[in-house]
């Protein structure tokens, strides 16, 4: 990820905005040279390693205790105060925990750490995750369940509290979730995307499509601001009469994160029978706009400077 850059970059042009008569260069000279491998290597100590292993293992408690879908034990992992990326609390997260365990009573999800950074009392952990599951009941008029695939990427903020680590927040910055039904199963689709808009910007979101022979599709493309509860996209579908179904859409003006959908249905060719659907999901991040520099007011000049002589 690419994020450790941008604040780099932030800093390097507020050091760069500072006069030269705000930084001592004796001072500077005077202090201890330290090398770019000291300060951006974390110092690989045994205490750091030690607690590298706790936090492993930590995450593969949560991970045991939520695939066996105890709502009180993955609970407890989180802070009173936890808020995640999407404005949602510790009660918000367990409500639709609970909700999504009874719409896929068997889903499963499976971490991979891709990184644990330690900074004191405050970890973070980046990592790729991915969930598969099946819908508890049949799609009405298709008479099959639906299956779950799920994957996003993201980062887990861990504080010490006491003597345990607890989760006092998280981000998702790629995520994308796919449930078919019927013959929706088999269906080669691919939903693409921008992963992040500034707000209040166009963009366009594309579903493609590689339909089996004697099969057509209706289909629609929806976005809304994430929210909880989370209202139902209303769209119509329409008639797919290419591959592609394309729309452009603005992102919202408060700086909220979007969900989008493609809804697909599958149908047979004289387009009266539904024997498929699938609906494909994925996050699109918000970010404000960029403000515009503001104008220079005019200088006045003295008042002894705008007396005519």
């Not at 799609?139 to 903020?157: A, F, N, R, W």
């Not at 179904?245 to 003006?253: F, G, I, Q, Y």
């Not at 809804?263 to 699938?278: E, M, Q, Y």
Request: glycine share 6%.
């Amino acid at each position: 990820m690419l994020r450790n850059r941008r604040f780099s970059c932030l800093i390097l042009s507020l050091f760069l905005s500072l006069p030269l008569s705000a930084v001592s260069i004796g001072a500077l000279a005077a202090e201890t040279p330290t090398t770019a491998g000291d300060f951006l290597s974390e110092p690989d100590s045994k205490e750091h390693k030690e607690l590298r292993s706790e936090i492993e293992q930590l995450l593969k408690e949560i991970e045991t205790q939520w695939n066996a879908h105890n709502l009180d034990n993955v609970m407890a992992y989180y802070a009173d105060d936890y808020i995640n990326n999407d404005g949602l609390d510790k009660k918000s997260v367990s409500v639709l925990t609970q909700d999504f365990w009874k719409t896929y009573p068997d889903a499963r999800s499976s971490s991979q750490t891709r990184e644990i950074r330690i900074e004191g009392s405050f970890i973070t952990v980046q990592s790729c995750d991915t969930a598969v599951g099946t819908t508890a009941k049949e799609m009405p008029g298709i008479g099959t369940k639906g299956d779950l695939q799920s994957v996003s990427e993201g980062e887990l903020y861990l504080k010490k509290i006491g003597p345990s680590w607890r989760i006092i927040g998280d981000r998702i910055d790629y995520e994308k979730v796919r449930v078919s039904f019927g013959l929706a199963k088999q269906l080669a689709a691919n939903f693409s995307a921008p992963e992040q808009v500034r707000a209040g910007h166009q963009y366009s979101a594309k579903l493609e499509l590689n339909l089996p022979a004697g099969l057509m599709a209706v289909g629609s493309i929806t976005s809304q601001p994430l929210q909880y509860p989370q209202p139902n996209p209303t769209d119509a579908w329409r008639p797919l009469e290419g591959p592609t179904l394309e729309r452009v859409m603005p992102a919202n003006s408060k700086n909220r994160n979007e969900l989008l959908m493609a809804t697909i249905g599958v149908t047979n060719s004289a387009r009266n029978s539904l024997v498929g659907i699938a609906f494909l999901t994925r996050r699109l991040n918000v970010v404000p706009p960029m403000e515009e520099p503001a104008e220079a007011a005019p200088v006045q000049k003295p008042k002894e400077e705008q007396t005519s002589h």
